[in-house]
């Protein structure tokens, strides 16, 4: 099973600040999928195939990464990013989530 | 408008088999690389994945629910299914369906809570 540590797991920013989550793979990927999870909602899909935006989200969000190194980055924080952070890899069963990182706003 | 909603028994005993039901819209599960995929999230936990499975019957499950899983679907009727057998309290949790493909799972349902207790 590859076991995927997100780090960091809680984190804060302010309105307009740079926000960086990685995700390392306990073993090489070919591609990462972040969702977004607000709470008492379902996850949302952000990123797929490492570094493409899923459809209506907004272009502050991006991805990146390779083998077993992979980072979500939002360019400018904003109030409505506040919300957990998961990390997925679909290279081999099982499918696994990353522990998930808490994003607040200052 | 593609659209996802679980529907179960809400509360059961230990050891009961846990049935669910994933009802969509807006897509096929004959469509080629489409899948359902089952995920779990226990109260203020992570995601845990389950089961997919594929438009061509293929099925996939977490070895860490040894055997305990059981996936299905009626793609005439737009349904997939889920049963888990030997339910404990460790399985109280809320519990997804989700649209899949090599884009990644990008609808999901509201989710179903299922609650474990004698």
């Known amino acids: 099973e590859i076991v995927l540590t997100q780090s960091p797991t809680t984190t804060a920013a302010s309105p307009g600040e740079k926000v960086t989550i990685t995700c390392l793979a306990s073993s090489s990927v070919s591609n990462m999928y972040w969702y977004q999870q607000k709470s008492g909602a379902s996850p949302k899909l952000l990123i797929y195939s490492t570094s493409s935006l899923a459809s209506g989200v907004p272009d502050r969000f991006s991805g990146s990464g390779s083998g077993t190194s992979y980072s979500l980055t939002i360019n400018t924080m904003e109030a409505e990013d506040a919300a957990t952070y998961y990390c997925q890899q679909w290279s081999s069963n099982p499918l696994t989530f990353g522990s998930g990182t808490k994003l607040e706003i200052k | 408008q593609v659209t996802l909603k679980e529907s179960g028994p809400g509360i059961l005993q230990p050891s009961q088999t846990l049935s669910l039901t994933c009802s969509f819209s807006g897509f096929s599960l004959s469509t080629y690389g489409m899948c359902v995929g089952w995920i779990r999230q226990s109260s203020g936990k992570g995601l845990e994945w389950l089961a997919n499975?594929?438009?061509?019957?293929?099925?996939y499950y977490n070895p860490s629910l040894k055997n305990r899983l059981t996936i299905s679907k009626d793609t005439s009727n737009n349904q997939a299914f889920l049963k888990i057998t030997n339910m404990d309290t460790a399985d109280t949790a809320t519990y997804y369906c989700?649209?899949?493909?090599?884009?990644?799972?990008?609808?999901w349902g509201q989710g179903v809570m299922v609650t474990v207790s004698s």
């Open positions: 499975i594929w438009w061509n019957d293929d099925k």
């Open positions: 989700a649209r899949g493909h090599n884009s990644g799972f990008d609808y």
